[in-house]
């Protein structure tokens, strides 16, 4: 029986780095935090009018402060779609007490989950797993983030960066178990995160050569997502798409948000705003 190309298997929504705080905004870098509520409104309205399974946001909700969460989730509140999230480096802006509340403010299942729709696997990563600032100081993960970021330092790696991190062992055996029974249940993988994993940039985890490669030799990956480097960014491995989707928070007026429909040949991206359309062929 021949496929039907011509209907989306699901659809939906994508918005990165909101980054909201209610602070003046940082002209040099054109980062206007408190204009994100109503970029956020702006994306959400666009969303109801469309038949979406989820909106994903990739991290960064908030640019700081825990009491932030409490003026953009709200706006959240208004979709008529379940709401997804992920972890960025800023989502942990906040006083230390809160360090490990943050998913749980979010109603995330944990960090790092997955779940499918039909014959789709979503894989949610949380790139700051190990980082210098997602844990406390005495926290055995602070250390080993620093012995990482020295070593990348002292290879003079351009994503040596303190707002960059990696994954936790565990996490990363986590990773490889799902991509292996996705690969078994003969699935296909979207894999999610805040921080690119490639092309090579400032912006890409600290392991992201050791992730890309992993991800890469499984033929049910199909795709990589994420934020973090509010520029955007595109490449692919293999016949395989990594997308880095711009930042909402950059520009006083300009919104940027996407609508992705997945086809059984084919993802499309429909960028809003600032972000940019394209067609991902999906081989085989």
């Not at 749980?104 to 700051?128: H, K, T």
Request: proline share 5%; net charge negative; glycine share 8%.
């Amino acid at each position: 029986m021949q496929k039907d190309t011509e209907t989306p298997i699901l659809r939906f929504g994508i918005v990165a780095d909101p980054q909201y705080a209610d602070i003046a905004p940082h002209e040099a870098m054109n980062r206007h935090y408190g204009r994100s509520l109503a970029k956020l409104s702006e994306a959400v309205t666009v969303f109801n009018a469309k038949e979406l399974d989820f909106v994903m946001t990739l991290g960064d909700i908030i640019d700081r402060d825990w009491k932030s969460f409490d003026d953009i989730l709200p706006v959240y509140e208004t979709s008529r779609h379940k709401t997804l999230f992920l972890l960025g480096n800023h989502d942990f802006a906040v006083a230390p007490e809160y360090l490990g509340a943050v998913s749980e403010r979010l109603g995330m299942p944990g960090r790092y989950y997955d779940f499918a729709i039909g014959n789709w696997r979503f894989v949610v990563l949380d790139g700051s797993d190990v980082s210098t600032f997602s844990a406390p100081s005495d926290d055995p993960r602070t250390a080993l983030a620093t012995e990482r970021l020295s070593a990348l330092v002292a290879e003079g790696a351009i994503n040596a960066q303190t707002w960059n991190g990696s994954l936790s062992e565990a996490q990363f055996q986590w990773l490889t178990q799902v991509m292996e029974k996705a690969q078994a249940d003969g699935e296909a993988v979207l894999v999610l995160g805040h921080y690119p994993v490639f092309p090579p940039n400032s912006h890409n985890m600290w392991d992201s050569r050791r992730i890309t490669d992993l991800l890469t030799r499984f033929s049910c990956f199909r795709g990589y997502f994420c934020g973090h480097n509010h520029e955007g960014n595109f490449g692919e491995v293999a016949g395989r798409a990594f997308v880095t989707f711009k930042g909402m928070v950059d520009t006083p007026d300009d919104n940027t948000f996407a609508i992705v429909a997945i086809f059984p040949d084919r993802i499309e991206i429909e960028g809003f705003g600032r972000e940019e359309s394209r067609v991902l062929r999906i081989g085989g």
